[in-house]
């Protein structure tokens, strides 16, 4: 019998700071219009980097990304999923893949390091979980709604 195993690639990285929320990684040109900022750019790249080694573009779709933070204090410690849109971009603009065809999830905050830094996992969908929905879409599993 054939073993089933679904494939996964885990990233530490450091967190720079607000830079890569979805709420504060655009800055805004005096004459109109918007701009991604340096330090945001150079996170990106240093990701994309680290990424290039997984071979991410093998992988099955849909990539289930998730994200834990360790962090100095709670006031430093974003909302994990402002992080997603220039995580997920990153990932899309090595690979090619739209970043529709990704599952954000939010890991874990924990707070009190000195350095504060980022795990992101990307994984392969788990092929017993497919086989599972596939059954349910079959008629193989009845629900109820529940009030």
């Known amino acids: 019998m054939k ?3 679904s494939r996964r690639e885990a990233i530490q990285i450091n967190y720079p700071g607000n830079c890569i929320s979805v709420n504060h990684y655009l800055g805004k040109r005096k004459g109109g219009g918007y701009y991604v900022k ?3 750019k150079r996170w990106k790249c240093e990701f994309q980097w680290l990424l290039k080694k ?4 093998e992988f099955k779709l ?3 990304v ?3 933070g360790w962090f100095k204090n709670e006031r430093s410690a974003p909302d994990l999923s402002n992080l ?3 995580i997920m971009d990153s990932i899309q603009e090595l690979i090619g893949v739209n970043d529709k065809d990704f599952r954000w999830r939010d890991g874990d905050r924990i707070i009190g390091v000195k350095e504060p ?3 992101i996992t990307i994984r392969e969908p788990d092929p017993s979980v497919k086989m599972a929905l596939g059954a349910i879409g079959k008629g193989g599993i009845r629900g ?3 009030k």
């Open 54 to 57: 997984c071979h991410l573009e």
């Open 144 to 146: 109820k709604v529940l």
């Open 117 to 119: 830094y980022l795990l």
């Open 66 to 68: 998730t994200c834990s």
């Open 62 to 64: 849909p990539l289930e």
């Open 3 to 5: 073993s089933i195993v």
């Open 84 to 86: 997603s849109k220039i």
């Open 38 to 40: 340096d330090q945001t």
